[in-house]
């Protein structure tokens, strides 16, 4: 418990620190979890990264900062692995997607929703971290609107797009025969309430359509891989989500009565909640349902 409690506090400090930054990665260490026969699940800085590995080639599930690159593919070689082939991208954020060049020299191809080149292509900036546009070999090379599938490691793995949330780009990635979803953003485990992203095209409806869809999909077998925190299971999922749910009426009941964004916030509607301390403060997540409400 312990050292995932560490890592949860690394992963919320590094999510919060601007993307242009000079930051120090060396003491960054690559942790890996191995949750089934060919999955494992990368922690260090940034988004969790899921591995599959066998006999046919290698993919992972984002791929954290540049600067990591290396470590990554020695944690990689580790499991038994080959070279990364292919990288899949949950999103464009840049804790997810900051590998993307490294592993795109070295000859690997890139996948990811379409909305996730435009705005790698665009730069833009995520709660005052601006991304500068990304050079060619870090935008994905493969992209598509409701998703695609890989059949390798004696696996399915389903890439969907169902309506996004956290962004207008998140992809959900399910290992079908081996029971595993990585959800990117749209579920994290760290204490924090949730990230809509309304500069990247996020909205709160969105991302309980979502999840509602995830969830009818789960038993109670899945494992799940929150895009930051400890690994998860389909109740603490459905949690989340009802989570979501009532704070989103919370708010909803202020915006009916009349009350101004302002009063909103002040009205601290989401304090009994318990996720505050984390990325996203109450304030920020009443301020997105707002905006959501009103899109
Ligand atoms: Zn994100």
Redesign the pocket.
Known sequence: MIRLTTLALVSAAL?AAPAGAQRNFDDVEIKAEQIAPGVAVLYGAG?NIGVSYGDDATVIIDDQFAPLTDKIEAKVEELGAQPVKYVVNT?W?F??TGGNENFGKAGATIFAHDNVRVRMAEGGTVVGNTTPPAPKDALPVVTYGQGMRFHLNGDTINLMYLGGG??DGDSVVVWEEKNIVHM??LYITIKSFP?V?RSSGGNVYNMMTTLDLVIAMLDDETKVIP?HGAMSNKAELVAYRDMIGEAVSRVEALHEDGATLEEAVAAKPLASLDREGGFVSGDAFVTAIWGSIED
């Open positions: 999510i988004g999103h954020h804790d997810h956290h962004t990117g953003d990230f992203d895009g």
